[in-house]
């Protein structure tokens, strides 16, 4: 298969196609059609198609699903693949799976249907799903694999590779070689190439690393996440209260951790708290409410202040031209600002020792733009209305909005974060309030001080 083919797994006219077989009861044609696809190009097509069809296909490929597509579905889909199939056939799927993948379908379950499929896996497998469970959702627990190479820190260097070649139950992919003492106290680790290097006599403990970096099975996602990009990581060992060994993070479930995080940050400076495209219409209206109920209140709270200044719109009717002008532009300033504090937060790059850092070179941004643009503005309604004092005022009121709005995407932000309220959630909401207000009084207070 060439590239391009492999970068477009997933054509519209492949989905086409599907969809006219499933329409047609073709299941072997759909059998056919999806033969070649991997775990990933099968879960965009249960996505792109209709429900309807979603459910056909799920009992056509029961048998043939690949168990990792699973682990690619968006939420909302997985509940419905899931619906389709019983407990065998998840347990059957689970039983494919790394631990703390496994542990991520079985925990969409309801409970006794997630104590059904867990009864029909052995009991070693399903005492390290359980385990996995017991960790609260987010944490290294959650996302560490018990599948790993540990070996005694007594063994040789041709001790470990006889017991690589023989154990049955090793990890596909083996980055690292992970070394502990008698009381399964992590000592350090060994790259899997050094160790290949090194000849059989050497005593693993000499070629050990015990430098490595570890983290605690309680430790948060995020803060692993920000672990493996500072310390270019492929693996991670996770330890107890101890230091016992208990598992390891891969470093392809940390990006998908880092793609949710991203994710998330956007859908909720957006308003929207979950990926909501797969959702019923009636759950996203309900969801999308929440905010747009605050947003209204904000917008009442502007118009209030607009209200302020009947008498001097009634007066200069450009006013109420050009006043939404001011705003606009401050909102917009505003929404970079917060987005990049937002966003330097997340991944730890915005701290209280930078923060002040940070707020000045905003600020110095919004007064340049502010300059900038209120020459460009006052220039244009001075040619369009032949009034240089009104000219004046808005280029005023634009530079005193653009500075407010570097100041506000800056501060809600970090306060919010003090607060411990996370800033992706509401500083967007915020920082509307503060610029349209603020646009708005300064824009019509110059304008009344200076006009009338």
Same mark, same amino acid.
């Given at each position: 298969m060439s590239e391009p083919d492999v970068l477009d797994e997933v054509t519209p006219e492949l989905v086409r196609r599907v969809e006219a077989a499933l329409a047609d009861d073709q299941a072997e044609d759909v059998r056919s059609?999806?033969?070649?696809?991997?775990?990933?190009?099968?879960? $965009? !097509? =249960? #996505?792109? @198609?209709?429900?309807?069809?979603?459910? %056909?296909?799920? *009992?056509?490929?029961?048998?043939? +699903?690949?168990?990792?597509?699973?682990?690619?579905?968006?939420? $909302? !889909? =997985? #509940?419905? @693949?899931?619906?389709?199939?019983?407990? %065998?056939?998840? *347990?059957?799927?689970?039983?494919? +799976?790394?631990?703390?993948?496994?542990?991520?379908?079985?925990? $969409?379950?309801? #409970?006794?249907?997630?104590?059904?499929?867990?009864?029909?896996?052995? *009991?070693?497998?399903?005492?390290?799903?359980?385990?996995?469970?017991?960790?609260?959702?987010?944490?290294?627990?959650?996302?560490?694999?018990?599948?790993?190479?540990?070996?005694?820190?007594?063994?040789?260097?041709?001790?470990?590779?006889?017991?690589?070649?023989?154990?049955?139950?090793?990890?596909?992919?083996?980055?690292?070689?992970?070394?502990?003492?008698?009381?399964?106290?992590?000592?350090?680790?060994?790259?899997?190439?050094?160790?290949?290097?090194?000849?059989?006599?050497?005593?693993?403990?000499?070629?050990?690393?015990?430098?490595?970096p570890s983290v605690p099975a309680s430790a948060d996602q995020v803060e692993v996440a920000h672990l493996f990009r500072d310390k270019n990581l492929v693996s991670c060992p996770v330890v107890d209260v101890r230091g016992r060994l208990e598992g390891v993070i891969m470093v392809d479930d940390v990006v998908d951790v880092i793609d949710e995080e991203a994710e998330e940050d956007i859908l909720r400076m957006g308003g929207v708290g979950i990926d909501d495209m797969h959702a019923p219409p009636v759950r996203t209206a309900r969801l999308r409410a929440v905010w747009l109920t605050v947003n209204l209140a904000t917008a009442i709270l502007a118009s209030l202040v607009i209200g302020q200044f009947e008498g001097a719109i009634e007066k200069i009717v450009a006013l109420a031209v050009l006043m939404p002008i001011v705003a606009s532009m401050g909102g917009n300033a505003g929404t970079q600002t917060v987005t990049v504090a937002v966003r330097a937060l997340a991944t730890g790059q915005l701290t209280a020792a930078n923060a002040l850092r940070f707020i000045a070179k905003e600020a110095a941004v919004g007064g340049l733009n502010g300059m900038i643009f209120a020459l460009l503005m006052g220039a244009a309604v001075v040619g369009w209305y032949g009034d240089w004092r009104l000219g004046a005022v808005i280029a005023a009121a634009m530079i005193c909005n653009l500075i407010a709005a570097a100041l506000a995407g800056t501060l809600i932000p970090l306060s919010l974060q003090k607060f411990g309220v996370d800033p992706a959630v509401s500083s967007t909401v915020f920082l509307t309030t503060v610029t349209d207000v603020i646009g708005f009084l300064a824009f019509l207070g110059l304008a009344t001080v200076f006009l009338l």
């Open positions: 059609l999806l033969a070649g696809l991997s775990a990933t190009g099968q879960a $965009e !097509i =249960l #996505e792109q @198609v209709a429900e309807p069809e979603r459910d %056909k296909l799920v *009992a056509i490929l029961k048998k043939d +699903l690949d168990p990792e597509t699973l682990i690619e579905l968006d939420e $909302e !889909i =997985l #509940e419905d @693949v899931l619906d389709q199939l019983d407990s %065998k056939d998840i *347990a059957a799927a689970a039983r494919e +799976l790394e631990t703390d993948d496994a542990a991520a379908i079985i925990e $969409e379950l309801p #409970e006794q249907e997630r104590q059904e499929v867990l009864a029909e896996l052995p *009991a070693a497998e399903r005492a390290e799903i359980e385990s996995a469970l017991a960790y609260p959702e987010g944490t290294a627990g959650r996302l560490m694999q018990r599948s790993l190479v540990k070996i005694p820190d007594g063994w040789t260097v041709g001790e470990v590779i006889d017991h690589c070649r023989e154990a049955t139950d090793l990890p596909d992919d083996v980055y690292d070689i992970f070394v502990v003492d008698p009381e399964g106290r992590l000592r350090g680790s060994v790259p899997l190439g050094r160790m290949l290097r090194t000849k059989r006599p050497v005593p693993i403990a000499d070629i050990v690393d015990p430098d490595i």
